[in-house]
Protein backbone atom coordinates (compact mmCIF):
# COMPACT_ATOMS: atom_id res chain seq x y z
CA UNK A 1 0.00 0.00 0.00
CA UNK A 2 1.79 3.75 -1.15
CA UNK A 3 1.89 5.80 1.84
CA UNK A 4 -0.86 8.36 -0.07
CA UNK A 5 -3.18 5.68 0.18
CA UNK A 6 -2.60 4.81 3.91
CA UNK A 7 -4.84 6.88 6.48
CA UNK A 8 -3.42 9.21 8.86
CA UNK A 9 -2.83 8.30 11.96
CA UNK A 10 -1.95 12.01 14.47
CA UNK A 11 -0.17 12.48 17.32
CA UNK A 12 -3.15 13.70 18.85
CA UNK A 13 -6.76 13.60 18.32
CA UNK A 14 -9.49 15.99 20.23
CA UNK A 15 -12.55 13.67 20.34
CA UNK A 16 -15.85 16.42 18.94
CA UNK A 17 -19.07 15.27 18.08
CA UNK A 18 -22.18 16.72 16.18
CA UNK A 19 -23.94 17.01 20.14
CA UNK A 20 -21.25 19.00 20.99
CA UNK A 21 -21.25 21.26 17.87
CA UNK A 22 -24.85 21.75 18.60
CA UNK A 23 -24.19 22.50 22.12
CA UNK A 24 -21.94 25.22 21.12
CA UNK A 25 -23.76 26.54 18.10
CA UNK A 26 -26.63 26.96 21.30
CA UNK A 27 -24.60 29.01 23.34
CA UNK A 28 -23.29 31.16 19.99
CA UNK A 29 -26.99 31.78 19.61
CA UNK A 30 -27.47 32.68 23.06
CA UNK A 31 -25.53 35.70 22.75
CA UNK A 32 -24.14 35.60 26.08
CA UNK A 33 -20.70 34.41 24.99
CA UNK A 34 -17.81 36.04 26.93
CA UNK A 35 -18.05 34.65 31.00
CA UNK A 36 -21.76 34.15 32.12
CA UNK A 37 -24.16 30.69 33.39
CA UNK A 38 -22.18 28.30 31.14
CA UNK A 39 -18.53 29.36 32.85
CA UNK A 40 -20.98 28.74 36.26
CA UNK A 41 -21.96 25.48 34.89
CA UNK A 42 -18.37 24.23 34.30
CA UNK A 43 -17.10 24.94 36.87
CA UNK A 44 -20.18 23.69 38.98
CA UNK A 45 -19.18 20.22 37.02
CA UNK A 46 -15.52 20.97 37.63
CA UNK A 47 -15.97 21.14 41.05
CA UNK A 48 -18.15 17.83 41.40
CA UNK A 49 -16.17 15.86 39.75
CA UNK A 50 -12.97 16.84 42.02
CA UNK A 51 -15.31 15.53 45.56
CA UNK A 52 -16.68 19.40 45.55
CA UNK A 53 -13.64 21.52 45.91
CA UNK A 54 -14.10 25.06 44.60
CA UNK A 55 -12.75 25.26 40.59
CA UNK A 56 -12.20 28.17 38.77
CA UNK A 57 -12.02 28.18 34.90
CA UNK A 58 -9.61 30.25 32.76
CA UNK A 59 -7.93 30.79 29.42
CA UNK A 60 -5.39 28.15 29.92
CA UNK A 61 -3.44 26.12 32.72
CA UNK A 62 -0.77 28.47 32.42
CA UNK A 63 -3.33 31.37 33.33
CA UNK A 64 -4.34 29.54 35.95
CA UNK A 65 -0.64 28.74 37.32
CA UNK A 66 0.28 32.85 37.17
CA UNK A 67 -2.87 33.38 39.17
CA UNK A 68 -1.97 30.11 41.55
CA UNK A 69 1.49 31.94 41.89
CA UNK A 70 -0.28 35.45 43.14
CA UNK A 71 -2.73 33.69 45.35
CA UNK A 72 0.16 32.23 47.23
CA UNK A 73 1.93 35.25 47.24
CA UNK A 74 5.10 33.92 45.18
CA UNK A 75 8.02 36.15 44.18
CA UNK A 76 8.95 39.84 43.68
CA UNK A 77 5.55 40.58 41.73
CA UNK A 78 2.78 39.12 44.04
CA UNK A 79 3.80 39.86 47.17
CA UNK A 80 6.94 38.02 47.97
CA UNK A 81 10.17 38.46 46.76
CA UNK A 82 13.29 38.09 44.80
CA UNK A 83 14.80 35.75 46.79
CA UNK A 84 11.61 33.42 47.25
CA UNK A 85 12.62 29.73 45.73
CA UNK A 86 10.40 27.07 43.81
CA UNK A 87 11.21 23.77 43.28
CA UNK A 88 10.24 21.75 39.93
CA UNK A 89 11.48 19.27 37.71
CA UNK A 90 13.76 20.02 34.59
CA UNK A 91 11.25 17.68 32.92
CA UNK A 92 8.22 19.71 32.13
CA UNK A 93 6.50 21.79 29.91
CA UNK A 94 7.68 25.89 29.16
CA UNK A 95 4.68 26.99 31.17
CA UNK A 96 5.89 26.02 34.54
CA UNK A 97 9.40 27.48 34.21
CA UNK A 98 8.31 30.13 32.58
CA UNK A 99 5.83 31.32 34.83
CA UNK A 100 8.23 31.03 37.92
CA UNK A 101 10.33 33.49 36.51
CA UNK A 102 7.64 35.59 35.17
CA UNK A 103 6.80 36.14 39.10
CA UNK A 104 10.49 36.88 40.05
CA UNK A 105 11.15 34.24 41.96
CA UNK A 106 13.95 31.50 41.86
CA UNK A 107 13.37 28.52 39.67
CA UNK A 108 15.39 25.63 41.42
CA UNK A 109 15.33 22.42 39.60
CA UNK A 110 15.45 18.93 40.54
CA UNK A 111 15.80 15.77 38.31
CA UNK A 112 13.31 13.10 37.17
CA UNK A 113 12.80 9.13 37.46
CA UNK A 114 13.66 8.02 34.44
CA UNK A 115 10.85 6.06 33.69
CA UNK A 116 7.95 7.65 35.70
CA UNK A 117 9.64 11.01 34.20
CA UNK A 118 8.22 12.78 37.92
CA UNK A 119 10.56 14.29 40.28
CA UNK A 120 12.91 12.96 42.12
CA UNK A 121 11.32 13.81 45.87
CA UNK A 122 14.92 12.81 47.54
CA UNK A 123 16.06 15.85 45.58
CA UNK A 124 13.32 17.95 46.81
CA UNK A 125 14.41 17.40 50.03
CA UNK A 126 17.81 17.99 49.62
CA UNK A 127 16.50 21.55 47.43
CA UNK A 128 14.45 22.60 50.02
CA UNK A 129 15.52 26.06 52.12
CA UNK A 130 14.53 28.46 54.23
CA UNK A 131 14.00 30.41 50.57
CA UNK A 132 11.29 27.34 49.13
CA UNK A 133 8.32 28.62 48.94
CA UNK A 134 6.65 26.21 47.10
CA UNK A 135 7.10 22.85 45.25
CA UNK A 136 5.72 22.71 41.55
CA UNK A 137 5.65 18.72 40.58
CA UNK A 138 4.41 17.65 36.86
CA UNK A 139 2.61 14.84 36.77
CA UNK A 140 4.23 13.33 33.38
CA UNK A 141 1.57 11.75 31.30
CA UNK A 142 -0.65 11.80 33.71
CA UNK A 143 0.72 9.54 36.39
CA UNK A 144 -0.01 11.21 39.33
CA UNK A 145 3.73 11.50 41.62
CA UNK A 146 3.99 9.93 44.88
CA UNK A 147 1.50 12.77 46.60
CA UNK A 148 1.93 11.00 50.28
CA UNK A 149 4.99 11.70 49.94
CA UNK A 150 4.90 15.08 48.08
CA UNK A 151 2.56 16.28 50.88
CA UNK A 152 4.72 15.06 53.58
CA UNK A 153 7.39 17.01 52.71
CA UNK A 154 5.02 19.88 52.26
CA UNK A 155 3.60 19.91 55.27
CA UNK A 156 6.90 19.03 57.36
CA UNK A 157 8.67 22.65 55.63
CA UNK A 158 5.50 24.85 55.56
CA UNK A 159 5.20 25.53 51.79
CA UNK A 160 2.76 25.18 49.15
CA UNK A 161 1.93 22.93 46.03
CA UNK A 162 0.66 23.70 43.00
CA UNK A 163 0.45 20.83 41.18
CA UNK A 164 1.33 21.08 37.35
CA UNK A 165 -1.88 18.28 36.69
CA UNK A 166 -2.19 19.67 32.97
CA UNK A 167 -2.10 15.93 31.66
CA UNK A 168 -3.66 14.60 34.35
CA UNK A 169 -7.45 15.33 34.22
CA UNK A 170 -8.88 11.55 34.92
CA UNK A 171 -6.01 10.67 36.91
CA UNK A 172 -6.30 9.18 40.61
CA UNK A 173 -4.36 8.42 43.46
CA UNK A 174 -5.36 6.27 46.55
CA UNK A 175 -8.84 6.05 44.38
CA UNK A 176 -8.75 10.12 44.84
CA UNK A 177 -9.34 12.34 41.57
CA UNK A 178 -6.11 14.52 41.32
CA UNK A 179 -7.28 17.83 42.19
CA UNK A 180 -9.75 16.55 44.70
CA UNK A 181 -6.90 16.73 47.78
CA UNK A 182 -3.90 18.62 48.21
CA UNK A 183 -3.24 22.18 47.72
CA UNK A 184 -3.86 23.80 44.27
CA UNK A 185 -3.76 21.61 41.20
CA UNK A 186 -3.79 23.09 37.49
CA UNK A 187 -5.38 21.50 34.14
CA UNK A 188 -5.25 22.30 31.04
CA UNK A 189 -8.11 21.53 28.11
CA UNK A 190 -5.92 22.36 24.88
CA UNK A 191 -6.90 20.25 22.71
CA UNK A 192 -4.13 17.61 23.07
CA UNK A 193 -5.58 16.89 26.17
CA UNK A 194 -7.93 13.88 27.57
CA UNK A 195 -10.78 16.52 27.42
CA UNK A 196 -10.69 20.04 25.30
CA UNK A 197 -12.28 23.55 25.60
CA UNK A 198 -10.05 24.26 22.07
CA UNK A 199 -8.26 26.35 24.17
CA UNK A 200 -8.57 26.75 28.56
CA UNK A 201 -7.46 25.41 31.70
CA UNK A 202 -8.77 25.31 35.18
CA UNK A 203 -7.70 25.34 38.74
CA UNK A 204 -9.10 23.52 41.61
CA UNK A 205 -8.59 24.75 45.33
CA UNK A 206 -8.51 23.94 48.46
CA UNK A 207 -10.48 26.72 49.78
CA UNK A 208 -13.24 28.73 48.95
CA UNK A 209 -10.86 32.00 50.23
CA UNK A 210 -8.34 30.66 47.69
CA UNK A 211 -10.95 30.45 44.55
CA UNK A 212 -12.96 34.06 45.24
CA UNK A 213 -9.04 35.28 45.00
CA UNK A 214 -8.89 33.27 41.69
CA UNK A 215 -11.87 34.90 40.41
CA UNK A 216 -10.83 38.26 40.90
CA UNK A 217 -7.27 37.75 39.83
CA UNK A 218 -8.60 36.43 36.57
CA UNK A 219 -10.27 39.43 35.83
CA UNK A 220 -8.16 42.84 36.26
CA UNK A 221 -8.20 41.98 39.75
CA UNK A 222 -12.07 44.37 39.87
CA UNK A 223 -13.98 43.82 42.74
CA UNK A 224 -17.30 45.03 43.06
CA UNK A 225 -18.61 47.45 45.71
CA UNK A 226 -21.88 47.87 47.49
CA UNK A 227 -23.05 50.61 45.57
CA UNK A 228 -22.16 48.68 42.33
CA UNK A 229 -18.67 50.58 41.23
CA UNK A 230 -15.71 48.74 41.32
CA UNK A 231 -12.24 49.05 42.54
CA UNK A 232 -9.09 47.12 42.08
CA UNK A 233 -6.66 46.48 45.35
CA UNK A 234 -3.98 44.60 43.55
CA UNK A 235 -3.27 44.27 39.91
CA UNK A 236 -5.12 40.84 37.83
CA UNK A 237 -4.75 39.49 34.43
CA UNK A 238 -7.30 38.81 31.95
CA UNK A 239 -7.83 34.95 32.14
CA UNK A 240 -11.36 34.45 31.86
CA UNK A 241 -12.94 31.75 29.59
CA UNK A 242 -15.85 32.29 27.26
CA UNK A 243 -18.82 30.80 27.63
CA UNK A 244 -18.30 28.75 24.29
CA UNK A 245 -15.51 27.35 25.25
CA UNK A 246 -17.06 27.03 28.76
CA UNK A 247 -20.60 25.34 27.20
CA UNK A 248 -17.85 22.49 24.95
CA UNK A 249 -15.88 22.10 28.76
CA UNK A 250 -19.14 21.20 30.17
CA UNK A 251 -20.14 18.24 27.45
CA UNK A 252 -16.57 16.86 27.34
CA UNK A 253 -16.60 16.41 30.60
CA UNK A 254 -19.61 14.54 30.80
CA UNK A 255 -17.04 11.79 28.64
CA UNK A 256 -14.07 12.14 30.11
CA UNK A 257 -14.00 9.07 32.05
CA UNK A 258 -14.52 6.57 29.20
CA UNK A 259 -12.48 8.65 27.03
CA UNK A 260 -9.75 7.46 29.73
CA UNK A 261 -10.33 3.81 29.71
CA UNK A 262 -10.44 3.76 25.83
CA UNK A 263 -6.81 5.76 26.53
CA UNK A 264 -6.02 2.21 29.04
CA UNK A 265 -7.05 0.46 26.05
CA UNK A 266 -4.48 1.07 23.78
CA UNK A 267 -1.95 1.66 26.78
CA UNK A 268 -2.32 -2.08 26.99
CA UNK A 269 -1.85 -2.45 23.40
CA UNK A 270 1.16 -0.62 22.95
CA UNK A 271 2.64 -2.63 25.97
CA UNK A 272 1.78 -5.82 24.71
CA UNK A 273 3.13 -5.06 20.94
CA UNK A 274 6.26 -3.23 21.97
CA UNK A 275 7.08 -5.55 25.38
CA UNK A 276 8.73 -7.86 23.47
CA UNK A 277 10.49 -5.98 21.74
CA UNK A 278 12.10 -3.39 24.05
CA UNK A 279 15.12 -5.24 25.16
CA UNK A 280 16.40 -6.67 21.84
CA UNK A 281 15.30 -3.15 20.08
CA UNK A 282 16.82 -1.40 23.28
CA UNK A 283 13.64 0.53 23.82
CA UNK A 284 12.87 1.78 27.26
CA UNK A 285 9.12 1.88 28.06
CA UNK A 286 7.52 4.26 29.84
CA UNK A 287 6.43 3.64 33.61
CA UNK A 288 2.88 1.72 34.33
CA UNK A 289 0.14 2.84 36.31
CA UNK A 290 0.73 2.23 40.15
CA UNK A 291 0.42 -1.11 41.66
CA UNK A 292 -3.01 -1.18 42.73
CA UNK A 293 -4.09 1.57 40.78
CA UNK A 294 -4.42 0.70 37.21
CA UNK A 295 -7.35 3.32 36.48
CA UNK A 296 -5.25 5.88 38.32
CA UNK A 297 -3.41 7.04 35.18
CA UNK A 298 -5.30 8.72 32.49
CA UNK A 299 -2.48 8.47 29.95
CA UNK A 300 -2.30 11.39 28.34
CA UNK A 301 0.77 10.66 26.23
CA UNK A 302 2.89 7.52 25.79
CA UNK A 303 6.46 8.13 25.86
CA UNK A 304 9.72 5.85 24.74
CA UNK A 305 13.43 6.42 24.48
CA UNK A 306 15.22 5.62 21.14
CA UNK A 307 18.29 4.11 21.08
CA UNK A 308 19.89 6.48 19.00
CA UNK A 309 23.43 5.77 19.83
CA UNK A 310 22.53 2.36 18.35
CA UNK A 311 21.40 4.37 14.98
CA UNK A 312 22.52 5.36 11.36
CA UNK A 313 19.69 8.24 11.67
CA UNK A 314 19.04 11.16 14.11
CA UNK A 315 15.59 11.28 16.16
CA UNK A 316 14.59 13.79 13.73
CA UNK A 317 14.98 11.69 10.79
CA UNK A 318 13.06 8.91 12.51
CA UNK A 319 10.15 11.46 12.56
CA UNK A 320 10.30 12.19 9.01
CA UNK A 321 10.64 8.55 8.26
CA UNK A 322 6.84 8.06 10.33
CA UNK A 323 6.04 10.83 9.04
CA UNK A 324 5.79 9.85 5.72
CA UNK A 325 3.91 6.88 6.57
CA UNK A 326 1.71 9.02 8.09
CA UNK A 327 1.82 8.48 11.31
CA UNK A 328 2.47 11.83 13.38
CA UNK A 329 4.46 11.92 16.65
CA UNK A 330 5.99 14.20 18.99
CA UNK A 331 8.80 15.47 21.81
CA UNK A 332 7.86 15.30 25.53
CA UNK A 333 9.87 16.94 26.49
CA UNK A 334 12.95 19.35 26.45
CA UNK A 335 15.11 19.33 29.22
CA UNK A 336 13.79 22.90 30.97
CA UNK A 337 17.06 23.97 32.31
CA UNK A 338 18.87 23.62 29.07
CA UNK A 339 16.71 26.48 27.08
CA UNK A 340 18.27 29.52 26.41
CA UNK A 341 16.69 31.25 29.11
CA UNK A 342 17.86 29.19 31.98
CA UNK A 343 21.38 28.35 30.16
CA UNK A 344 21.80 32.66 30.38
CA UNK A 345 21.10 32.12 34.20
CA UNK A 346 24.34 29.91 34.56
CA UNK A 347 22.71 26.15 33.44
CA UNK A 348 24.71 23.86 31.53
CA UNK A 349 24.36 20.05 30.57
CA UNK A 350 25.55 17.45 32.51
CA UNK A 351 23.04 18.90 35.68
CA UNK A 352 19.85 16.34 35.31
CA UNK A 353 20.95 13.52 33.48
CA UNK A 354 17.77 11.57 33.41
CA UNK A 355 15.74 14.88 32.23
CA UNK A 356 18.70 15.23 29.69
CA UNK A 357 18.58 11.50 28.45
CA UNK A 358 14.75 11.61 28.12
CA UNK A 359 14.96 14.95 26.13
CA UNK A 360 17.24 13.98 23.77
CA UNK A 361 16.07 9.96 23.21
CA UNK A 362 11.93 10.95 23.76
CA UNK A 363 9.72 9.99 21.18
CA UNK A 364 5.87 10.65 21.88
CA UNK A 365 3.74 8.03 19.88
CA UNK A 366 0.09 8.88 18.85
CA UNK A 367 -2.77 8.50 21.55
CA UNK A 368 -6.55 9.34 21.61
CA UNK A 369 -9.68 7.95 21.79
CA UNK A 370 -10.63 7.38 18.85
CA UNK A 371 -7.78 5.03 18.03
CA UNK A 372 -8.28 1.51 17.40
CA UNK A 373 -6.24 -1.39 18.16
CA UNK A 374 -5.42 -1.89 14.00
CA UNK A 375 -4.21 1.94 15.08
CA UNK A 376 -1.39 0.76 17.10
CA UNK A 377 -0.78 -2.29 15.31
CA UNK A 378 0.49 0.16 12.38
CA UNK A 379 2.47 2.61 14.55
CA UNK A 380 4.00 -0.24 16.08
CA UNK A 381 5.10 -1.94 12.81
CA UNK A 382 6.21 0.61 11.40
CA UNK A 383 8.22 2.05 14.12
CA UNK A 384 10.07 -1.10 14.38
CA UNK A 385 10.67 -1.29 10.58
CA UNK A 386 12.29 2.02 10.52
CA UNK A 387 14.17 0.71 13.81
CA UNK A 388 15.60 -2.44 12.20
CA UNK A 389 16.43 -0.50 8.74
CA UNK A 390 18.37 1.75 10.20
CA UNK A 391 20.61 -0.22 13.04
CA UNK A 392 24.18 0.87 13.12
CA UNK A 393 25.98 -2.37 11.71
Known amino acids: MSGATLKHIPFARPTLTPAMADAVSETLLSHWIASGPQVQAFEKALSAYHGGRPARVFTSATAAMEVAFQICGIGATNGGNENDEVITSAMTFFSVGNMIEKSRAKTVFVDCDLLTRNMDLDQVERAITPRT ?91 RMADGTRDVKVAGGKFNMSDVSARLGVEQLKLLDGWCAQRRGRITDYFELLSPHADAMELVLPAPAHAGEPDGHSWNMFCILLPLSRLAISRKQLMDAMAARQIGTGISYEAMHLTSLFRNKGHKDGEFPNAERIARETLTLPLFPTMTRDDVERVVATLLDILRSNRKA
Open 133 to 223: KAIVPTHFGGLPCDMDRLYDIARRHKIRVIEDAALAIGSSWRRQKIGAFGDIATFSFHPNKNMTTIEGGAAVFANEADAKRAEVLRFHGIE
